[in-house]
């Protein structure tokens, strides 16, 4: 069969990867990588290779929707345009906003910020991913007096020692750690230090795992800033010539940490291990410190980034190969959205509000009869202004705040009440768009096109090679049709996105007087501001700034800061004094242990593609929360039970996993799920609200909270082909299966006829239906299943406890069309007959193996290493992000 193949990018996390899509002539779409793109020369993640199982139109918003009834783009356009106008005329450009995200493509983030800050001339435009990496663009600013990542993903495989702090790079960024694994593979001296309070999967080729107190970090930085001066292991020359303010940031460094042993007292460490640690660092010249949300998402992060980064400016380690500061980006697009100025404090092309000179030139590039003069809400800020009703009006553009935000019941609450909510999304059922006056159907990845920056600077295109759906339009089109119907058509007469990435690249190029001799800025990408539509078409990876003049013009720029020039007004690095300031909320007696959220291995953000993926699924099939089997023990707890996870601001129900990799007295849960997939699993309800001063980041890693045990008073599981609502269950998680869904279930309530029930469920008002059932009143057990023919329809299994049957083996019936004897007589046993396979639970997402062959494999054969199993089982030989979980079977 004849496939076409579209060179295209990732469209989830920072990492960037090129990826190719294969269309067959049935519309089929396999997706591997692109072993043309620097970023990840071929390799590809197990949400990236399922790519393809998720671009149906099932679910997708296909056409304008306004209060609730179908619409037509002139309808909803012009209610868009005049509400905001409306509002804005009687309220002031204050009172409206767009929430906006790290998923759009730069050319819509351009045209959205451009429309706001120009045309309406408020700064109310502010991104989700203010929740991810605001504190890295803030400590940035203060310490190279730009936003901008020195280092590149090939450093990683140059370094002699690689940090990783506050980053599951194994599960969040998984083909840099891929690339980080085959290094440490190829070069055994490579070292590789982790610094988390859990023990995350990349501890797997970790030579020390440091466990320290959550929040402790800017203390061990400090730490480590006093033990570089201690051991005279500074870079003298380069700190006296190219940085400043190194006695401040040393002083208070001193006077937070001035020794190991203080140090690791206070960061709840062995004084053996941070002495190793400092040492390593201290002596080694090429360290990468590789950092993500676990330094971000707190009330310092700011402060914490500042400490990495004095410590690679006190040693001069920065701007050369295989050393410096490495921020990992949460989304495909976060650097794409700094670069035109998508946050509320900052303007287009690395320009800042505050700045008169730059408002200036952009608002003369732009020719706008206004600009925005000051600093607009930053995201927590933004929602407590629609629910205090000071902002009237908003407009979310490819985001869930309803899920995503802390606080997150607050984010509903305000925008269930706010005037005019607006919202551009792909999907018609969304926590968010439920809300909405106006839904705006846009395009999805692999329909629309742009260009993405990834966390190493480098621009990509991301091309269509699927048609569009419905009415589904491009978000810099819906935009640019607003600003028309608001009188702004001549300044977003836009045809296409290469009409808008040439605006982007040629303003990026605007100098300020006082800017006219540093060469090249910063950003500067104003060499593709003449580029044809054929060469937009054409683009190749590049990592920006992008010279125009001398040998290397037009070819991009690895690594930034090697010449010792920095963008201050010094032109000097600066050092920041950190004081190392503990989470706003500590536990207490209410409230006893530490909320820790973060990702899961196969899931993406608030679920909306990857939830369709049944191979991702699989992996976890249910909200869960982690924590230490003594905890556990203490509260009386057992794996698999379900809990009740409650802080000040509200609550969660999850099921519970024992893992040893958490620190007693925290309590991990991901951030993915939502009220299309459970009933009560908001995880960001329960987060606190707090932000850091100086980035407005959420305090995402830390939240005090109570643990009890959630005892209903039945527990099931349900299969199911047709999807279900479930109105009689206090607890149900849903998850997609080949060719069925999955529904687990529990209740308070026990229904008076299980099979009246369980019918009325699964056989709805269908009178020719063949159902087997099985009930033993006294042991409170029901088992139901649905037949068609041969076919099994659905299945449900009722028990007072959760021993029930695996899921497996039973979801395993529905891809086939004519069920065995022996599969018929064992449906309701839910065991596979004797001499059939159970694969068990997913556990290689890419490959589709599961734990039980792992088991069996393991033990029959005796293998006793990664390497081994992956040759037998082809398990961990593609992504290898399931090698951690072999790890663990193999123990
Ligand atoms: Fe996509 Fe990130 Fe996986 Fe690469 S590592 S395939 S960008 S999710």
Redesign the pocket.
């Known amino acids: 069969m004849n496939a076409v193949v579209t060179k295209t990018t ?1 469209p ?6 090129g ?1 190719l899509a294969a269309v067959d002539d049935d519309g089929h779409v396999v997706v591997t ?1 692109d072993p043309d793109h620097p ?2 020369l071929g390799r ?2 197990s ?2 290779a399922a790519l393809g199982s998720t671009v149906d139109i099932d679910g997708r918003l296909l056409h304008p929707e306004v209060d609730g009834e179908q619409a037509t783009w002139e309808a909803a356009l012009s209610r868009v345009a005049d509400g905001f106008m409306q509002i804005i005329k009687e309220h002031g450009r204050d009172a409206v906003a767009f929430y906006v995200s790290g998923q759009l493509l730069t050319e819509d983030y351009y045209v959205a910020n451009k429309l706001m800050k120009g045309f309406i001339g408020s700064a109310n435009i502010d991104t989700n991913s203010r929740l991810c990496m605001s504190s890295t663009v803030a400590a940035y600013k203060r310490a190279f007096g730009t936003d901008t990542m020195p280092c590149c993903y090939e450093d990683l495989e140059r370094a002699k020692l690689v940090v990783l702090a506050g980053s599951n790079m194994a599960w969040c ?4 750690y891929q690339r980080l694994r085959q290094a440490k593979q190829n070069n055994p001296d490579l070292m590789v230090v982790v610094i988390d309070p859990r023990r995350t999967p990349g501890c797997e080729i970790a030579d020390l795992h440091l466990p320290l107190r959550p929040g402790s970090d800017a203390i061990l930085f400090n730490g480590l800033l006093t033990y570089i001066e201690q051991s005279d292991e500074l870079n003298s020359f380069f700190v006296e010539n190219f940085t400043q303010g190194s006695d401040a940031a040393l002083a208070a460094a001193r006077a937070s940490a001035p020794s190991v042993a203080e140090t690791a007292g206070l960061c709840g460490l062995e004084q053996k291990d941070v002495a190793r640690f400092f040492s390593l660092f201290a002596r080694t010249e090429r360290v990468i410190t590789a950092f993500s949300q676990g330094i971000n998402q707190s009330t310092s992060g700011t402060d914490k980034v500042n400490g990495i980064i004095n410590c690679h400016l006190l040693t001069g380690r920065i701007g050369r190969p295989g050393m410096g500061p490495l921020s990992l980006t949460g989304q ?1 697009n976060a650097m794409g959205g700094r670069e035109v100025g998508g946050l509320a404090n900052q303007l287009a092309a690395h320009r800042d509000l505050e700045h008169a000179e730059h408002r200036d030139i952009v608002q003369r590039f732009w020719q706008s009869p206004v600009i925005a003069d000051h600093a607009g809400l930053k995201a927590v800020e933004l929602f407590d202004a629609i629910e205090a009703g000071t902002v009237k009006a908003v407009w979310i553009m490819c985001t869930n705040p309803v899920v995503s935000m802390p606080n997150a019941g607050k984010i509903k609450a305000a925008l269930s009440k706010c005037e005019l909510v607006v919202v551009s999304d792909c999907m018609r059922q969304t926590d968010t768009t439920v809300l909405a006056d106006v839904l705006l159907p846009a395009l999805p990845w692999g329909e629309k096109q742009g260009t993405v920056t990834n966390s190493e600077r480098c621009i990509s295109r991301q091309r269509a090679f699927l048609p569009a759906a419905g009415e589904a339009k491009a978000d810099w089109w819906i935009i640019a049709q607003v600003a028309a119907r608001m009188g702004f058509a001549e300044h977003f007469d836009y045809q296409g996105s290469a009409d808008i990435f040439r605006e982007h690249a040629a303003l990026s190029g605007m100098r300020v007087d006082s800017e006219k001799e540093i060469y090249p800025r910063d950003f500067d990408i104003s060499w593709f501001d003449d580029i044809s539509d054929a060469q937009y078409e054409d683009m190749q990876p590049v990592q920006w700034p992008i010279i125009k003049e001398g040998a290397e013009k037009g070819t991009g720029t690895r690594r930034m800061f090697g010449s010792g020039r920095f963008y201050t007004a010094t032109g000097k690095a600066q050092l920041i004094a950190v004081h190392p300031a503990p989470p706003a909320h500590a536990p207490d007696q209410t409230y006893p242990y530490i909320l820790n959220t973060g990702r899961s291995r196969d899931q ?1 953000h608030t679920m909306t593609r990857t939830g369709k993926a049944f191979l991702l699924t699989e992996h976890s099939p249910e909200p869960y929360a982690e924590l230490h089997p003594q905890e556990a023990s203490t509260l009386g707890l057992r794996d698999g039970d379900l809990i009740k996870i409650t802080s000040r601001w509200g609550n969660v129900i999850v099921r519970l996993r024992l893992m040893d990799s958490q620190k007693p007295g925290n309590v991990f849960v991901p951030i993915h799920w939502n009220a299309q997939y459970a009933s009560n699993a908001v995880v960001d309800q329960v987060v606190n609200p707090a932000v850091d001063l100086l980035s407005g980041q959420p305090e995402f890693k830390h939240t005090p909270v109570q643990i009890s045990h959630y005892q209903p008073a039945w527990h099931g599981f349900l299969l199911s082909r047709r999807k279900l609502q479930l109105h009689d269950t206090v607890y149900w998680a849903r998850a997609t299966g080949d060719g069925y869904y999955r529904y687990e279930l529990a209740g308070e309530q026990e229904p008076a006829d299980w099979a009246a029930w369980a019918r009325g469920l699964l056989c709805a008002a269908d009178s020719d239906v063949n159902w087997v059932e099985y009930l033993d009143a006294a042991a409170r057990q029901y088992r139901g299943v649905r037949l068609t023919d041969k076919r099994v329809e659905s299945c449900i299994f009722i028990a007072p406890d959760v021993a029930l049957p695996a899921r497996h083996w039973l979801g395993s019936l529905f891809v086939k069309e004519c069920l065995a004897d022996d599969e018929r007589q064992s449906l309701l046993s839910g065991r596979a007959p004797a001499g059939r396979i159970d694969d068990g639970r997913i556990v290689c997402a890419c490959l589709s193996v599961g734990e039980n062959t792992l088991i069996n494999a393991i033990s029959l054969q005796g293998l006793s290493s990664v390497e081994a199993v992956s040759r037998v089982t082809k398990a961990g030989s593609n992504c290898g992000s399931c090698i951690p979980e072999i790890q663990r079977l193999l123990k």
């Open positions: 990732c989830y996390c920072g990492v960037g990867c990826v990588g970023a990840n590809i993640c949400k990236g960024h998984p083909v840099l495909s993406w």
